[in-house]
């Protein structure tokens, strides 16, 4: 009780005078939120106060925060990085008298100018332990380091959101479906995972058979649910195991999953549709990235997609004039990490370059009081992808099940400005399929000047990659199909596997 | 010593510890989205009994009383908060009402301050609300059958020398005597008041709580009959002469405590925790959640 109390004050003192979050403080938060539910089964009342749950604060108290966080993540910036302190020299910019009315001044930290010399980035005060890459999709990785303070900072975090957000309990056990190689995100669920009591498994983003084979087998654990509950994954490979659970005949009650997380990925709603309809979990998203965790977004019931303020300072701007987007039109998110949850990567004002919508009138949901956007309508690439944005394109590609997943497709740009969606589909020729993909773009007025099907994925302009073509090899081969417990079970697995070895 | 104030003072032990029963059973109180008791907690509570005698034995008379009225009218404050809440659910007024109702219950016990039968009808009352709010505060925010047994121990061992070894609590008892707030429910005064200790009676009625939740309604019952009779001895050898002054009550009740507590987690294996308490049929069971206005 008094431990925790104690945390809790040194917490908010050092976020409040922008000084230095002493991990253990978070992880004692953490670690008694864990032992709260164990002995309670719930939090007591107001754990909306606790660290990133999303507290309502007075608008005149947040804006005064965000001028001070602000101005304390510029100054630590421009003392401690090269970048920084080269940019404001040239612009003759003091950081001590910003504030979020002149935040503007600040310049648009470009994705490139990270990529392409991250040590700039790295502030002298912080001794970096962790070098996490984007994955990447877009053709070079980004390199953002992190020191080890931050790293329990974001665990702490985690398990906390983990334990409120997700429901997570010791009775769970979490599969992970992702990319091996991404460092962080796996330290973070497993981590964040077995601090709550859960279980938890790597499953790495191996055959989508494999996978669904193990959400279905038996775990016969004690004090564990029967099979698998949580799992999660990017929305490509969600697709890879939607097809396969579809083409095999697949349905809820061959899993026991609770949820579904899904993250990094455009998850368009007909996807979602079909993987809760086979994996009998629901489907949720949030907002991530490795660049300006621990912030990030939380899609609300109304369908937008909420900014947290306690870690980082969210600006929607116009990609190609960097200013601020108007109500109902598209822009890019502009991120401002916060000092002190970050302090080995310092970034202001970093174009992440994920596209949103901003809410044409001000949202009066549950979590009003935090900035809302769309969910993430894609990456911007130039005009043409704000125009017809992946979300757009997945959402009419997904809802037909007779589209290979994962969706295979690209747009390209006539010299009249308009588009061309190619696709990949099964065979050839697919006229009822294209009739109706053609009709629904219309309905959903996507400037599509057509559609054009392809059988052969050697002839289809290349399509952008996904996560899901990280695919992993192992030597597993496919298990039994699951069987009810029962005492000989393992050992006839164990026969069938040296049988087909 | 009266033979009826001493037969009195069992029953009112026995009445207080009815009143937080039903208010266990019927109350939900607020508590912090994180936290439990943890070993160091027990530690904190076992120093802040220990040294309070002794720093307010420092402090001059008035500056105690003062200390003790703030302490109980805050007390009272929450135990009657939920009860008013869950009353008048939304009702702007209900906390004001509560803070009304404690600062004019300590205000008229002040007042009284030069009629000692006044000063100590109002001061245990308002001792037997405190008791029966901290004890289920403590119930209710996950304090442990091990951790009162502990406290209980520890508690025991310090009132052996307190009382019977030191001058300590007799100096103090004196000092407080008749004064508002004093620390005690006394039914008499005079040199040798009929009266048990605040520490004493916290413990008498926390045990029982705490076993309810715990180990259950038998455990409950027991804890509480063993309580009325431990007090009920004790009065009797005052009432048949055998004690004369101050006896360390709990250097009797402690070790009864802890008996309790390893026969219950022995034979039940264990003690419940506050989630499975609430979730156990036919248990002890508390009203819907109560929102701090
Ligand atoms: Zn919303």
Not at chain 1, 173 to 195: D, F, H, I, Q
Request: charged share 15%; net charge neutral; with cysteine.
């Amino acid at each position: 009780m008094f431990g925790t109390a104690l945390s809790q004050l040194r917490y908010s003192t050092a976020v409040l005078l922008g000084r230095r979050i002493r991990p253990r403080d978070l992880d004692r938060i953490a670690r008694d939120l864990v032992a709260t539910l164990a002995e309670f089964g719930e939090p007591g009342e107001d754990s909306a106060l606790l660290p990133g749950q999303a507290a309502q604060v007075d608008p005149q108290v947040r804006a005064t925060m965000t001028g001070r966080s602000l101005r304390a993540t510029a100054r630590a910036a421009v003392r401690h990085t090269p970048y920084y302190a080269r940019v404001f020299a040239e612009l003759g910019l003091d950081p001590g008298t910003l504030d979020a009315g002149s935040w503007s001044r600040v310049p648009v930290t470009a994705k490139k100018a990270l990529r392409d010399r991250p040590a700039d980035f790295v502030s002298a005060a912080a001794r970096p332990a962790l070098m996490a890459l984007t994955t990447g999709t877009s053709g070079t990785p980004t390199t953002v380091w992190y020191a080890r303070d931050e790293l329990e900072t974001t665990v702490a975090l985690s398990t906390i959101s983990a334990a409120l957000g997700l429901g997570l309990r010791p009775r769970h056990t979490m599969a992970y479906a992702g990319c091996s190689r991404a460092t962080l995100p796996l330290l973070n669920a497993e981590e964040s995972a077995t601090r709550v009591g859960a279980a938890f498994v790597q499953f790495g983003t191996v055959e989508p058979a494999i996978v669904l084979a193990r959400l279905a087998a038996p775990l016969g654990l004690p004090g564990k649910e029967p099979r698998i509950t949580h799992l999660t994954t990017s929305a490509s490979y969600l697709s890879a195991l939607v097809q396969e659970a579809e083409r095999t005949g697949r349905g809820p009650a061959d899993f026991g999953l609770e949820s579904v997380g899904v993250g990094g990925e455009v998850l368009s709603d007909p996807l979602r549709a079909r993987a809760e309809a086979v994996l009998g979990a629901p489907v949720a998203t949030s907002y991530l990235m490795t660049e300006t965790l621990p912030s990030g977004g939380t899609p609300c019931a109304a369908g937008h997609l909420h900014h947290t303020t306690e870690f980082g300072h969210l600006e929607v701007l116009d990609p190609l004039t960097w200013e601020p987007t108007a109500p109902g039109a598209v822009g890019t998110i502009v991120h401002t990490p916060y000092v002190p949850y970050r302090t080995c990567t310092l970034l202001l004002r970093y174009a992440t370059g994920d596209l949103v919508r901003v809410p044409a009138a001000p949202p009066d949901c549950e979590l009003a009081h935090l900035p809302a956007t769309s969910a993430v309508l894609g990456r911007w690439s130039g005009p043409l992808s704000a125009a017809l944005p992946t979300r757009a394109l997945l959402d009419l590609i997904e809802a037909e099940p007779e589209v290979p997943l994962p969706a295979r497709y690209a747009v390209t740009e006539r010299p009249d400005g308009t588009a061309l969606l190619h696709l990949l589909v099964r065979t050839l020729p697919a006229r009822a399929l294209l009739a109706r993909l053609e009709e629904r773009a219309d309905a959903a007025r996507l400037p599509l000047a057509g559609i054009k099907l392809y059988d052969d994925r050697a002839a289809l302009p290349p399509a952008a990659p996904v996560r899901a073509d990280l695919r992993e090899r192992t030597f597993e081969t496919l298990p039994e199909p699951p069987e009810p417990p029962q005492p000989a079970a393992s050992a006839t697995a164990e026969t069938a596997r040296a049988a087909t070895a | 010593m009266s033979g009826v104030a001493l037969a009195a003072l069992s029953g009112c032990v026995a009445l207080v510890m009815a009143v937080a029963g039903t208010y266990l059973a019927r109350v939900r109180m607020p508590r912090p989205p994180v936290g439990v008791y943890e070993p160091a907690d027990i530690v904190l509570l076992c120093v802040g009994i220990v040294l309070a005698p002794l720093l307010y034995l420092e402090l001059p008379g008035t500056a105690v009383a003062a200390v003790f009225g703030v302490v109980l009218g805050l007390a009272v404050q929450f135990t009657l908060a939920p009860v008013v809440a869950a009353r008048w659910p939304g009702a702007g007024w209900a906390t004001a009402t509560t803070w009304l109702l404690a600062a004019a219950g300590c205000a008229v016990t002040a007042l009284l301050h030069d009629r000692p039968t006044g000063v100590r009808v109002g001061t245990d009352l308002l001792i037997a609300v405190a008791v029966v709010g901290v004890a289920n505060l403590w119930t209710q925010s996950g304090m442990r059958a091990a951790h009162v047994a502990a406290l209980a121990a520890a508690l025991t061992c310090y009132d052996l020398v307190a009382t019977a070894l030191t001058d300590v609590t007799l100096r103090f008892a004196t000092r407080v005597q008749g004064r508002p707030f004093a620390p005690m429910l006394a039914l008499t005064g005079g040199q040798h008041p009929v009266s048990v200790g605040l520490g004493d009676l916290l413990l008498l009625v926390l045990f029982p709580l705490v076993a309810a939740k715990a180990y259950g309604r038998g455990a409950a019952l027991m804890a509480g009959a063993v309580g009325v009779a431990v007090t009920g001895a004790i009065s009797a050898l005052f009432a048949v002469g055998a004690l004369t002054s101050g006896f360390p009550l709990l250097t009797a009740l402690g070790p009864l405590i802890v008996a309790q507590h390893l026969y219950w987690s022995r034979r039940l294996g264990g003690e419940r925790t506050t989630a499975q308490w609430r979730a156990a049929p036919g248990a002890v069971r508390s009203g819907p959640a109560v929102r701090r206005g």
